[in-house]
C-alpha cells in the first residue's frame, strides 16, 4: 500500500518547514506571531499610561484649592483702588 506512505510523506514535509502558522517544529511560536503578541502587549502598555495620565489629570483639577489667605485679598483690593484713583487723576489732568 504506497498510497498510505505518501501521505505520511507529505505531512511530514509540510510539518518541517516551520513556517505554518502554528510555530516552528520546537515549539516555538513564528515571528509574526510573536511580533503580533509584542505589538497587543504594547497597545495594553499605551491604554494603561493614558488611562492613569487621565485619571491625573483628573485628580488635580478636581482637588480644591487651598483659601486664599486675606491679607492677599486686601492687598489686591488695595491695589485695584489705586490703579482707579490714578486712572481718574489721568482723566483731570487730560480734560
Known sequence: MEYGSSLETHA???N???T???GAANGTPAPERRGWS???TLLFVGIAAAS???AYAVVRATLARPPQ???TERIQSLIDEANRLLKQL???KSG
Open 90 to 92: 489721568d482723566e483731570k
Open 69 to 71: 489667605d486675606p491679607t
Open 16 to 18: 518541517s518547514t516551520g
Open 38 to 40: 509584542l505589538k497587543r
Open 52 to 54: 492613569a495620565g487621565l
Open 12 to 14: 511530514n514535509s509540510s
Open 20 to 22: 505554518s502558522g502554528g
